[in-house]
């Protein structure tokens, strides 16, 4: 959901610079364009730290599953596996 707030967020703030950028004088167009440019690294900048957010929350997650998987899943079949072998 955040992640859609971004795009439209600096969507709507690029929208008036564009309108300028297509009807202003063209003494204008440095000015406008830098602002542009500035916005658009000012949101690739916040996707890519989003997309760090996401990654690292997923990576946390799949710690989860693999404590879960050798809790419940891998240590009994190594235990018994032992038990047997043992007897």
């Keep these: 959901n955040a992640y859609l707030t971004l795009f439209v967020f600096f969507g709507m703030a690029l929208y008036p610079l564009l309108l ?14 830098s602002l542009m440019c ?8 916040c996707v890519i730290l989003k997309l760090f957010q996401i990654f690292f929350k997923q990576m946390n997650d799949l710690f989860y599953i693999f404590l879960y998987l050798c809790g419940l899943e891998i240590i009994p079949i ?3 596996r032992k038990l047997v072998f043992f007897i």
């Excluded at 950028?21 to 167009?29: F, G, H």
């Design 20 to 33: 300028l950028a297509v009807y202003a004088p063209p003494a204008w167009m440095t000015v406008v364009l």
């Design 38 to 45: 500035i916005i658009i690294c000012l949101w690739a900048f």
């Design 78 to 80: 190594l235990l018994l």
